[in-house]
């Protein structure tokens, strides 16, 4: 609990020091869904995991705004969270939510659509199979809460804006004692979240293998106190 607390308090102070003007709050479906699809696509359009299941990549935006991320969008505004980041009131990254319950049935239920399955690697069901087991395995309990998606815009990256988008929910979860738990496929997010008060609960350092195609590697990590 000192070593997360020493963390917010730590963004805090940096916060001060660059005289921040942003602000970090939940967001509104009816108003912002659309920004959040738009920045989701722009920040994924090179990660790992989304260019495995979308291998071409001059159809992976358009295939990601249409069939990848409005599930997820609907289910995390209407079963979990949504947040959202503003700078001089211009919405520049956002984090989504759930319960793991909610996110097994999500991850258990995203599959391409079939008339577009030509665009998809053969892999896509596979993938998010095995992420809907690591949540059922690795993550410790349904009273946690499972970041999906943390995405920044990529003009906007490495100015300390995903910590402070972080920051209320995991101060939130600290004074309920709620765990947090998550996946990621690199070694930059994973070094981003240890700063953050997360540690690495298991690793799979060797590329997993989805139907004899070789996938990305997977950490997941949790912060509990």
Not at 18 to 29: A, E, R, V
Not at 51 to 58: D, G, M, T
Not at 187 to 196: E, H, M, T, Y
């Amino acid at each position: 609990y000192k070593s997360n607390r020493a963390s917010i308090e730590t963004g805090k102070i940096l916060d001060s020091l660059f005289k921040d003007s942003g602000i970090t709050k939940p967001l509104n479906q009816s108003i912002e869904s659309n920004l959040v699809l738009k920045i989701m696509c722009r920040a994924f359009e090179s990660d790992l995991g989304i260019s495995f299941i979308c291998p071409k990549r001059e159809k992976r935006k358009k295939l990601m705004e249409k069939f990848v991320f409005p599930a997820t969008i609907r289910t995390c505004f209407k079963k979990g969270q949504v947040w959202g980041r503003f700078q001089e009131n211009e919405l520049v990254a956002v984090s989504l939510w759930l319960s793991p319950s909610n996110a097994k049935s999500l991850l258990k239920s995203t599959k391409p659509p079939v008339r577009k399955r030509r665009n998809f690697s053969p892999q896509f069901s596979s993938y998010f199979r095995h992420l809907e087991q690591l949540v059922s395995s690795d993550c410790p309990n349904d009273n946690a809460l499972v970041l999906l998606y943390l995405c920044v815009e990529p003009h906007f990256q490495r100015r300390g804006l995903g910590s402070r988008l972080l920051r209320p929910v995991l101060e939130n979860l600290d004074y309920e004692q709620t765990p947090c738990w998550l996946f990621t496929h690199s070694d930059a997010s994973v070094n981003f979240f240890l700063k953050n008060g997360f540690t690495i609960k298991n690793k799979f350092p060797e590329p997993v293998r989805y139907n004899k195609i070789s996938g990305p590697s997977i950490w997941t990590m949790i912060r509990s106190l």
